[in-house]
């Protein structure tokens, strides 16, 4: 491969935000999904994103161990400052997608999270294209996959509660729209960005981690049985696994 440009990094960026928005292709077919089938996307989401955030925390870890688990500890804590404010404003009107008071708290949160996190990625992969052109597609194509179960979780908490699918997808690509941002300044100027990469990556596997255990698995445990939560969140954490060492 030859060296990266500007347009090609911007491009494979926004290729792995658009890949968002295909979280909400199930909902396409399942319109009106019952309590059982949310209950397993829930779990497959939460799985999904645990082996995503594990991964994004160890690659942290790679490039500076001590930087990586300072991110984690603020991710955590922004996430508890941020939820604490929104219940302490519960006396005032939130409105989000058509939806409003709880329903509306809980998915600006979660949208929130995922926003958040795609600034940490953005810099990630303008980085990664910094030191060569492979290493750069290899990190788009792996947060390309990563994203998909995003999306589902964005879709998850938008769609039962009213928003159709095309909405749900155009607010999960909306969460990502940071990535294509935030690659081309971090391509363009890899010295500034490279130091604070770690502290990004565990901030946003924190976050995401939090949020797993915080909102996706209680709802799933909500909609179906522990033992099936159980089983579909531990095959997906195992075939997150396997595919991000496969591409390795």
Same mark, same amino acid.
């Given at each position: 491969?030859?060296?990266?440009? +500007?347009?090609q990094?911007?491009?494979?960026?926004?290729?792995?935000?658009?890949?968002t928005?295909?979280?909400a292709?199930?909902?396409?077919?399942a319109?009106?999904?019952?309590?059982?089938?949310?209950?397993? $996307?829930?779990?497959?989401a939460?799985?999904?994103?645990?082996?995503?955030?594990?991964?994004?925390?160890?690659?942290?870890?790679?490039?500076?161990?001590?930087?990586?688990?300072? %991110?984690?500890?603020?991710?955590?804590?922004?996430?508890l400052l941020?939820?604490?404010?929104?219940?302490? @404003?519960?006396?005032?009107?939130?409105?989000?997608a058509?939806? $409003?008071?709880? @329903?509306?708290?809980?998915?600006?949160?979660? +949208?929130?999270v995922?926003?958040?996190? #795609?600034?940490?990625?953005?810099?990630g992969?303008?980085? $990664?294209?910094? %030191?060569?052109?492979?290493?750069g597609?290899?990190?788009?194509?792996?947060l390309?996959?990563?994203?998909?179960?995003?999306?589902?979780?964005?879709?998850?908490?938008?769609?039962?509660?009213g928003?159709?699918?095309?909405?749900a997808?155009? &607010?999960?690509?909306? #969460?990502?729209?940071p990535?294509p941002?935030?690659?081309?300044?971090?391509?363009?100027?890899?010295?500034?960005?490279e130091p604070?990469?770690?502290?990004?990556?565990?901030f946003?596997?924190?976050?995401?981690? &939090?949020?797993?255990?915080?909102?996706?698995?209680?709802?799933?445990?909500?909609?179906? $049985?522990?033992?099936? +939560?159980?089983?579909?969140?531990?095959?997906?954490?195992?075939?997150? +696994?396997i595919?991000?060492?496969?591409?390795?």
């Amino acid at each position: 491969m030859g060296n990266p440009d +500007v347009i090609q990094v911007f491009l494979l960026a926004l290729m792995t935000a658009v890949a968002t928005g295909a979280g909400a292709i199930p909902f396409v077919f399942a319109k009106r999904p019952g309590r059982r089938w949310i209950g397993i $996307s829930n779990a497959l989401a939460g799985g999904l994103m645990l082996a995503a955030s594990f991964g994004l925390i160890y690659e942290g870890a790679s490039r500076g161990l001590f930087r990586a688990s300072a %991110g984690v500890v603020l991710g955590l804590l922004f996430i508890l400052l941020t939820r604490s404010l929104l219940q302490e @404003d519960k006396h005032h009107h939130v409105a989000f997608a058509a939806m $409003s008071s709880l @329903d509306a708290r809980k998915a600006a949160l979660i +949208v929130g999270v995922m926003t958040l996190h #795609s600034f940490t990625e953005g810099v990630g992969i303008g980085v $990664s294209f910094g %030191g060569g052109e492979a290493l750069g597609v290899f990190i788009s194509v792996a947060l390309t996959v990563h994203n998909i179960p995003e999306g589902l979780a964005i879709s998850l908490v938008l769609v039962p509660r009213g928003v159709g699918a095309p909405r749900a997808a155009l &607010w999960s690509i909306f #969460s990502s729209l940071p990535q294509p941002l935030m690659a081309v300044p971090a391509f363009l100027f890899v010295g500034v960005f490279e130091p604070v990469l770690p502290v990004g990556l565990g901030f946003a596997g924190g976050a995401m981690i &939090w949020m797993v255990f915080s909102e996706l698995l209680p709802d799933a445990l909500e909609e179906t $049985s522990s033992n099936t +939560v159980a089983v579909v969140t531990t095959l997906a954490v195992a075939a997150m +696994v396997i595919f991000q060492f496969l591409i390795r």
